[in-house]
């Protein structure tokens, strides 16, 4: 491990998308590569945190010298949190889907021949981040989320992190215009108890050694 503010600290970060399937070879998820998510578990690794990395089927590989949870689905994400708390911070980067599908078949789905299509009923996922703000004992002392908006970016965040109990929320927007998503820049705000502190457009590398670097101090370790 390496030497650092951190060092010897257990930080949990999720990452990636979740997947949902429908049948045993069909799934519903998202865009999200979980570029974000190992960007940070990387910065707070260089920071010397011990890193626990639960991420679903991500498109970047996870970093190296963290502990990776591979999980596919939101229930799999929430219980492998669970697992591997106490944590002192956990960071929510992951794409968590809002809806499973609820009559999943356990068999491969067929074509009848009737040209009726089949119809998926969904039920919503648990909340992984919220669950995890409003715990009464163990919640980890910091706790992290991240809110992508496309309007209204820094109130709709502040009423999400009201609403999840969480104590910071990193929000950006995401709207087309701003090539964000998908891009290699983001351009961040940060809602915490004292009020909203606006970031200028930097790498997305950047964004997460200074947001390492806040949790450090948050955590009083620098
Ligand atoms: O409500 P929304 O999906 O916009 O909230 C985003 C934040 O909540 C992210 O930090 C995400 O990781 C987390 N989240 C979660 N479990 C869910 C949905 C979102 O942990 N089911």
Not at 1 to 30: C, F, M, Q
Not at 81 to 102: C, G, K
Not at 120 to 137: G, H, K
Request: neutral net charge; proline residues 6%; charged residues 20%.
């Amino acid at each position: 491990l390496a030497e650092g503010p951190l060092k010897g600290r257990h930080v949990l970060v999720t990452s990636g998308p979740t997947h949902e399937p429908i049948d045993p070879v069909r799934y519903i998820a998202n865009r999200s590569s979980g570029a974000q998510g190992t960007a940070l578990a990387t910065a707070l690794r260089d920071l010397g945190a011990d890193v626990t990395f639960v991420t679903g089927p991500a498109t970047v590989p996870p970093p190296e010298g963290v502990k990776v949870v591979r999980v596919e689905t939101a229930r799999e994400m929430l219980l492998a949190v669970q697992t591997a708390l106490p944590a002192e911070a956990a960071i929510f980067a992951a794409a968590v889907a809002d809806w499973r599908v609820a009559n999943a078949s356990l068999q491969k789905m067929k074509k009848d021949g009737t040209g009726q299509a089949p119809a998926l009923s969904f039920a919503e996922n648990p909340d992984i981040l919220a669950t995890v703000a409003q715990m009464v004992t163990g919640r980890p002392k910091l706790v992290v989320g991240f809110a992508a908006e496309t309007e209204n970016v820094t109130a709709h965040a502040a009423a999400k992190r009201a609403r999840k109990g969480c104590d910071w929320i990193v929000a950006n927007d995401v709207s087309p215009a701003t090539g964000i998503m998908g891009g290699s820049e983001n351009a961040v705000t940060i809602l915490d108890d004292t009020g909203a502190e606006s970031w200028d457009r930097m790498g997305k590398d950047e964004v997460a050694r200074r947001l390492a670097l806040r949790i450090a101090t948050a955590l009083g370790a620098s």
